[in-house]
């Protein structure tokens, strides 16, 4: 009875390594999955730039692409209808700098729309519209050589400067999940720039203009 007994065990101990070692063949096998080529990754990344051109994604950022363009390029003018009518030297140099980066902007964005392989062409920006006219209001509505002109000249320069700065970080942004590289660089600087303008102007703001504009 004992040999038979001590048989059947063995019997067992070779039944249950055998399906012990199926079971880690089956383990081995599902753990290894299967891989994919750097060929074939490389294969699919080719054809989502091909098709980005055509895709709506790439078209939103183009047409606010030739938004910003279209304000930009009639900012310059706007500008420089502010820089004769402010007040004070330092808001006078600070919107003639602007003026200056400004025009650089335009050529920046023009290399913009070349990186991405299109033509730069300028769409009717309402909101850039209207934030200009309210820049011409103030100085329609307000006394010459005041510090009141100067303050509202600053909201107004403001404004437009919040507006460029979402625009351009918006940009920037969807030019990196496209992989425009050069682009998402070149919307970097500019939005770099609007951002220092904007912290120039309020230091302006604060450290004289209101407390003279509130003088009057």
């Not at 299967?34 to 790439?58: C, G, V």
Request: aromatic residues 4%.
């Amino acid at each position: 009875m004992a040999t038979r007994t001590q048989s059947k065990s063995g019997s067992q101990s070779r039944t249950t390594g055998r399906s012990a070692a199926g079971n880690n063949k089956s383990m081995s096998s599902s753990r290894t999955a299967p891989k994919t080529s750097s060929s074939s990754r490389s294969k699919s990344s080719k054809n989502q730039n091909e098709d980005m051109p055509n895709s709506k994604f790439h078209q939103l950022f183009v047409d606010h692409l030739k938004d910003i363009y279209w304000a930009e390029k009639n900012l310059v003018k706007a500008l420089g209808k502010m820089q004769k009518a402010a007040t004070s030297e330092e808001l006078t140099d600070a919107i003639a700098t602007h003026l200056e980066q400004t025009k650089e902007q335009v050529s920046r964005l023009e290399r913009v729309f070349e990186s991405v392989g299109q033509t730069a062409k300028a769409k009717k920006c309402p909101a850039m519209e209207g934030l200009i006219a309210e820049g011409q209001e103030v100085i329609d509505d307000t006394e010459e050589d005041s510090a009141v002109r100067d303050a509202g000249l600053i909201i107004a320069c403001q404004k437009i400067e919040h507006y460029e700065i979402a625009t351009y970080g918006s940009l920037r942004t969807l030019a990196s999940k496209m992989g425009h590289e050069e682009a998402v660089q070149l919307l970097e600087q500019t939005l770099n720039e609007e951002k220092e303008t904007d912290v120039l102007l309020t230091q302006l703001a604060e450290s004289s203009v209101n407390e003279e504009a509130a003088a009057e």
